[in-house]
């Protein structure tokens, strides 16, 4: 029993450190600029739920998948992080025709790209989902599974109480927070870029 207990204290930390809600939270708000509290929720719902599905689907057949396509952790991490620094470097720019459309299927667009992939459902979320079943019986799958909803169900509050986040910030602070964040998106693209070409060339 203190085993597990040890187990799911390491892979709550592990989550945790790839997926925080509260830094994760400034993100979203930088990406729904304008939207209104329902929608934000929607998308809050739509973009955890995928990731959910995304991590779990690792979780249980994450071998076959990468095998099924011919996927590699490097080009994963490359991919995600081309993609990531895309999106920082518009939020950073204030370019909101893409990523701030009013568009409704643009808005579903931005739950699946990037906040359920690879913001959540990340390079760095799913390595950590895999490594945590690498050997793993089916009580600890199941300890990972648990652990990651948790996770998930924490950012959802997260990213539903955004509303009330700018309420007492301020419009004018969220915005700067937005440049501040796109900055950093635009920084840890960049670093799985890295990551990716370092584990291709084993430097």
Same mark, same amino acid.
């Given at each position: ?15 945790? =450190? ?7 939270? %400034? ?31 690792? &979780?249980? =057949? ?5 095998? +099924? ?27 909101? =025709? ?19 992939? %690879?913001?959540?459902?990340? %390079? ?8 945590? &079943? ?29 509303? +009330?986040?700018? *309420? *007492?910030?301020?419009?004018? +602070? ?8 796109? +900055? ?17 060339? *084993?430097?």
């Amino acid at each position: 029993m203190e085993n597990l207990m040890t187990y799911a204290l390491t892979v709550f930390m592990s989550f945790f =450190a790839v997926m925080n809600p509260i830094a994760n939270t %400034p993100i979203f708000l930088g990406l729904t600029v304008g939207e209104n509290k329902e929608s934000k929720k929607k998308i809050a719902k739509t973009a955890t739920f995928t990731a959910f599905i995304i991590v779990v689907s690792f &979780v249980i =057949a994450g071998k076959y998948i990468f095998e +099924l396509f011919g996927l590699t952790i490097p080009a994963f991490k490359i991919t995600g992080g081309i993609l990531i620094f895309y999106i920082g470097f518009e939020m950073l720019m204030s370019q909101k =025709a893409k990523i701030h459309s009013s568009d409704s299927e643009d808005k579903n667009n931005i739950s699946i790209s990037p906040l359920a992939i %690879p913001i959540l459902a990340g %390079p760095g979320t799913i390595v950590a989902a895999m490594n945590n &079943v690498t050997n793993a019986n089916l009580i600890q799958i199941g300890i990972v599974i648990s652990i990651f909803a948790l996770m998930i169900y924490l950012t959802y509050l997260a990213f539903s109480f955004s509303d +009330l986040i700018v *309420k *007492k910030v301020g419009t004018n +602070l969220i915005s700067v927070i937005g440049k501040l964040m796109g +900055l950093v998106l635009a920084i840890i693209g960049t670093g799985m870029i890295v990551d990716g070409i370092k584990l291709t060339f *084993k430097l």
